[in-house]
Nanobody
Framework: VQLQASGGGLAQAGDSLRLSCAAS????????VGWFRQSPGKEREFVAA????????YYSDSVKGRFTISRDRAKNTFYLRMNSLKPEDTAVYFC???????????????????WGQGTQVTVSS
C-alpha cells in the first residue's frame, strides 16, 4: 500500500486548504486513517484521525473546530479540510493509515503502519 499526500501550499492566515491522501497498491483496508504534522525542530504531532467503520473523528485541541477529516472509501482517499488557518499550522503534513489503531492509541504515530510522503503547508500572517 502506498499513500500519496497532496494539496499543500502557501496560504494566508484565515485561508482554507484541503489536503488529500490517496491510497494505492494492495487491498487498502485500514481501521483508521489520520493526519500528523511536523514543524522544524519539533516532534511529529497528531492532528486528526477517523475510524473507518463508524466515521468517528478525533482532533487535537489545536485544530478542533477548524479542521475536518473525512474519507471516501470508494476512492480509497481521505481528506483534511483546514479552515481558519493560522501561522502556527505551518508544517509538513503526513497522512497515515493502520489496521491496528484503537481508541487508546490513535493519537500515537506508532499505531499507524502506512505513511505518505508529506506535503508542506505554509501559512503567512
Amino acid at each position: 500500500v502506498q499513500l500519496q499526500a497532496s494539496g499543500g501550499g502557501l496560504a494566508q492566515a484565515g485561508d482554507s486548504l484541503r489536503l488529500s491522501c490517496a491510497a494505492s497498491g494492495h487491498t487498502f483496508n485500514p481501521n483508521a486513517v489520520g493526519w500528523f504534522r511536523q514543524s522544524p525542530g519539533k516532534e511529529r504531532e497528531f492532528v486528526a484521525a477517523i475510524r473507518m467503520n463508524n466515521g468517528g473523528a478525533y482532533y487535537s485541541d489545536s485544530v478542533k473546530g477548524r479542521f475536518t477529516i473525512s474519507r471516501d472509501r470508494a476512492k480509497n482517499t481521505f481528506y483534511l479540510r483546514m479552515n481558519s488557518l493560522k501561522p502556527e499550522d505551518t508544517a509538513v503534513y503526513f497522512c497515515a493509515a493502520g489496521s491496528g489503531v484503537i481508541l487508546s492509541n490513535l493519537y500515537n504515530d506508532r499505531a499507524y503502519y502506512y505513511w505518505g510522503q508529506g506535503t508542506q503547508v505554509t501559512v503567512s500572517s
